[in-house]
């Protein structure tokens, strides 16, 4: 297996950030101790450095690299709408690099957008739980930083970079209490995949305010899927029938983590027969341009998708610095027509 700068860095006791400039000749000072150090590692290991890297050290070039899981999801297309927006006003180019939720090919696309001198990176929905996974990712992007490149992340991704916070949990607990509010007490939901920050989030949220009134849901009322509405569809499915094969009631209000998967509920729960809200309420987050297309109007979190792209932009031309924007991804509960008050048992 080849050895990797992390390898060298870990070896002579050194940030990854320091073992970048240490050896990629960046303009930000090592000491000559530290230096001599880092050499001695990399010799000692066999480390072969990337000469085109070390010609890009501190090079900056005109473009904003978008790293986001599907170009055609809404919630998506959103944010990076705000990102062109604000890059060309700042007069560069923004570069979009669908990943599909794969860590390799997002890390494919960091190296690329590093080689081409990217002046930024903005992650968003990148955050993953695997733990080698984010490993691999926060080396290279500590690499990129170190040669003049700068990240901002749209959600948590750990104190290294800029970020824009988004209120995934809170959220998700306000619109769980504004359906008790209504009258729900039997609750489904549908999350996002297990590999995702962003879905443990607001799971979470869900459940502190289940957990808080005593309504946490029995078994198989708990679904994962992919933010899809396949995924959605096919999570409803499954809670249809886990409900009805146990003998239990069905819950009256079916909370699924993305107005993407909600759409996809509420298409089976029309194939079921089932009327919503007359029936079931079902309530989505994000609250993207569909949500109020559809029949019913999904209730939903609101988040500012295209003002998080914009800022993320903003952070990004700042300079170095870890910077927070907490008040631009405040989540709002929007209560439409897909959600009422259960009919009594």
Known sequence: MAVTLGDVARHAGVSLATASRALNGSARSVTEELSAKVRASAEALGYLPNAPAQ???????????????????????????????????????????????????????????????????????????????????????????AQGGHVVAISEHGPNYDTVHVNNQEGATSLTYALQQLGHRRFAVITGPERMWVSADRLNGVLDALRGAGQEPTDGMVQHAEFTREGGQAAMARILDIARESG????????????????????????????????????????????????????????????????????????????RDRSEAFAQVVLRDSTAAPKAD
Do not use: K, N
């Open 55 to 145: 010609a890009l050290a501190r090079a900056t070039g005109a473009t904003i690299g978008v790293l986001l899981h599907d170009v055609a999801d809404p919630y998506f297309g959103g944010i990076a709408r705000g990102v062109g927006d604000a890059a060309a006003r700042a007069g560069l180019l923004s570069l979009v690099a669908s990943t599909d939720g794969d860590p390799r090919r997002e890390l494919e696309a960091i190296r690329m957008l590093h080689a081409h001198r990217a002046r930024a990176i903005v992650l968003a929905g990148s955050a993953y739980t695997d733990v080698e996974a984010r490993r691999r990712l926060d080396e290279a992007l500590t690499a990129y930083q």
């Open 248 to 323: 239990t009631p069905l819950p009256t209000a079916v909370i699924a983590l993305s107005d993407i998967c909600a759409a996809g509920a509420l298409a089976e729960l029309r194939a079921g027969g089932i009327s919503v809200p007359g029936e079931m309420s079902v309530a989505g987050f994000d609250d993207i341009p569909l949500a109020t297309d559809l029949a019913p109007a999904l209730s939903t979190v609101r988040l500012p998708l295209i003002r998080m792209g914009e800022s993320a932009v903003r952070l990004a031309l700042r300079g170095p610095g870890p910077q």
